[in-house]
């Protein structure tokens, strides 16, 4: 696939291969979608993505409304970005908010709303995303419909700044007593990270849906190493 | 794809429309619509390699000779049709029966079944299929199980019994006056009153790969009108179709033919299947191989000497599980470089797991 720059603005996503695949980046200013099983590298990817954000002088931040703050730095603490991440958040331009479960109740009024009104934020990412969705139906009483109310205001209100989102998703599909509230549907583009174990585990990276982007159709082999999450060699333009 | 007629519109859209429902680990269903009864049935199909097949009738002949092996494939094939179509009960139209013969050929020839992808009728009472590269004849040189497809298809749709015969390895003819009443095998069980007991996940800290899965990551490709698989074809088949091969081998007492066949057609895949890893990743590889194709979820367990395989939703309809226990016999030996026999083969009482114990053979043969 030849990558032709497109005139959608992009930012890249600091995964080295990957913006190849999406003709140069997410496009600015949607909400996108990382998907894939556990182990197969989304919150990596999703660092990887504010640290990209903050090299460019955006302010970036990172939500995780699952783990205390302690996991994010023995995540950092494995790879080599870790200590340029942890430097660029000291100068402010980089954020993490780690939220606990009691705290649940006062995302979407408070952290999603203070996200909105600060216009110095060019990326976001909210790691895992499927939490919200507990927030919304425990503590806010809400049925079926009422949390895919919640999401798409959440979404609207995303769409509506400047920043561009990064979404983690647990599941790909309804199933297994969990319900996606179609969230792919609502997505502006999906990455999805796989993996195949025949023995030998074999790592792809699929993007099923990237609007206003002629993303490329194949699945792509990629590795986790000290550098992060890597698109392969062998991908020919 | 341009205007059908109603005829066609409604063949295609309302009859024999045909959706992949389920595609989870270990299971694949995909519904139809039943002949002319529009009533949807759902059948669960597994994916089962060609070879198996060929190994199974190459020992036939030689233990009971070409003829008899060709009557054997006639009567199997016969009754997959019985497994296949679900008989509503109601008498097709005399103007519809062609039709829906072509149809059904049409949902045979999508499996693989290439020698009823060009079917025709001359006049009322003469049929003729034919064609190249059809599964598992391609390499018997014998296509009398697909004339016995042909000869129940016939039968069925017409409501009397028709045989039909083989011209040539590539052609199947029927020339048929309606004189006896056609009385299908009707088996008492339906396609999914077994083996779906659980299909609820069970609990495993690994994952199981779906059928899609392995199309996804380009396992499985499909090219010329089938399924490959490492290097292999593989033809999807109701589940109940192995259950009906095993029945008529055992009548037979072919029993332990059918087993040292498929135990040694396994063991040579296995060469290309696991030629790489340890023990511990050949058995992922394994367990995952049947969960991608419509296996079950198979867990395996070693009790001393003894390999233990605990199988769920297994796909089984009449709770036979030999046929699949006998190919999983030839990648275990090879795997671990001994020969094993199965010990014991137990099944749940809704036929929704079974286990399998493989032994060491005590002297090697």
Partial sequence: MSVKLSKVKRESTGVVGIDKMIQGGLPKGGVFGISGPPGAGKSIFSLQFVLEGARKGDKSVYINLEEPRSNVDNMLAEFGFGEEFLKLEKKGLIVVKCFDYEKYSKISEDLFKQVGEDEKIGRLVVDSFNCFFASGYEFEGKNEFGVRKMITEVFRNFRGKSFTTLLTLEREEKGFGEANYNIHYLVDGLLNLDYLDLGVIERRVFIPKMRWTAQSKEGVGYEIGVDGVAVGEGWEE | ?365
């Fill in chain 2, 1 to 365: 794809m341009g205007v059908w007629n109603i005829r066609d519109y409604t063949l295609n859209k309302l009859i024999f429309p045909r959706i992949l429902v389920i595609d989870k680990p270990g299971v694949i269903i995909n519904s139809a619509s039943a002949f002319y009864g529009l009533k949807q049935s759902r059948k669960r199909i597994a994916y089962f390699f060609e070879d198996d097949f060929v190994a199974l009738d190459a020992a036939t002949v030689d233990l009971i000779g070409k003829e008899k092996t060709s009557e054997l494939n006639y009567k199997i094939g016969k009754h997959f049709v019985s497994r296949h179509l679900k008989p509503s009960g109601k008498e097709v139209p005399s103007f519809l029966r062609q039709s829906f013969v072509k149809k059904a050929c049409e949902s045979f020839q999508s499996a693989g079944v290439s020698i009823l992808g060009n079917v025709s009728f001359e006049g009322k009472n003469s049929f003729v299929a034919s064609g190249k590269d059809n599964v598992i004849s391609r390499k018997t040189g014998d296509p009398s199980l697909f004339s016995g497809v042909v000869g129940g298809l016939l039968s069925h749709f017409y409501g009397f019994n028709i045989e039909a015969d083989v011209l040539d390895s590539e052609t199947i003819i029927s020339n048929f006056d309606g004189v006896e009443r056609f009385t299908p095998i009707l088996d008492e069980k339906d396609f999914l009153s077994g083996g779906l007991g659980s299909l609820k996940e069970q609990n495993s800290f690994e994952r199981y790969l779906s059928f899609k899965d392995l199309i996804k990551f380009g396992e499985v490709e499909y090219r010329e009108g089938k399924h490959h698989f490492a290097g292999s074809l593989i033809v999807p088949m109701e589940v109940s179709i192995p259950e009906v091969y095993v029945k008529y081998y055992r009548d037979e007492g072919l029993l332990d033919l059918m087993r040292d066949a498929l135990v040694k057609s396994s063991f040579d895949r296995s060469k290309v299947l696991f030629e790489s890893g340890n023990v511990s990743e050949k058995l992922k590889k394994v367990r995952n191989i049947l969960s991608g194709l419509g296996w079950g979820k198979l867990f395996i367990d070693k009790k001393g000497k003894d390999l233990v395989c605990n199988v769920f939703a297994v796909p089984v309809i009449f709770g036979d599980y030999s046929f699949q226990a006998f190919v999983l016999n030839g990648y275990l030996n090879y795997i671990f470089g001994k020969n094993h026999e199965i010990a014991s083969l137990r099944m749940s009482a809704d036929f929704s797991s079974a286990e399998i114990v493989y032994r060491v053979r005590k002297v090697d043969p």
